[in-house]
């Protein structure tokens, strides 16, 4: 069974910070670009930030960068997205993808490109005072 399962989402206060985290189960990740999209009511899926397997670098949305930062964990199968300063804009269902080896800006702005996937189910992240 091949699967990604994000957690770590929950309610949090604006200027708070939540880490999520998105694990991989029946595959490995180790040759495979992930990014973190996110969705909110009434809005289009957006790609959040995305790490590349073979050199690890890394590219966010301009509204999170300075924010957010997303890092990989081979040997865990795992990878995060850090969430420090967390806006209302923040609010949103968040997801992880998977697609080859690499990442880059341009991909990471089309999330529903045919490349991405298999994808998690989502974790929630509210932010609200």
């Known amino acids: 069974q091949v699967q990604l399962v994000e957690s770590g989402g929950g309610l949090v206060q604006p200027g708070g910070s939540l880490r999520l985290s998105c694990t991989a189960s029946g595959f490995t990740l180790d040759v495979y670009a992930i990014g973190w999209f996110r969705q909110a009511p009434g809005k289009e899926r957006e790609g959040v930030s995305c790490?590349?397997?073979?050199?690890?670098?890394?590219y966010e949305l301009d509204s999170v960068k300075g924010r957010f930062t997303i890092s990989r964990d081979n040997a865990k199968n795992t990878v995060y997205l850090q969430m420090n300063s967390l806006r209302f804009e923040d609010t949103a269902v968040y997801y992880c993808?998977?697609?080859?080896?690499?990442?880059?800006?341009?991909?990471?702005?089309?999330?529903?490109?045919?490349?991405?996937?298999?994808w998690g189910q989502g974790t929630q992240v509210t932010v609200s005072s």
């Open positions: 993808a998977v697609r080859p080896y690499v990442c880059y800006q341009k991909v990471l702005s089309r999330a529903n490109d045919p490349s991405w996937g298999p």
């Open positions: 790490i590349s397997s073979s050199d690890s670098s890394t």
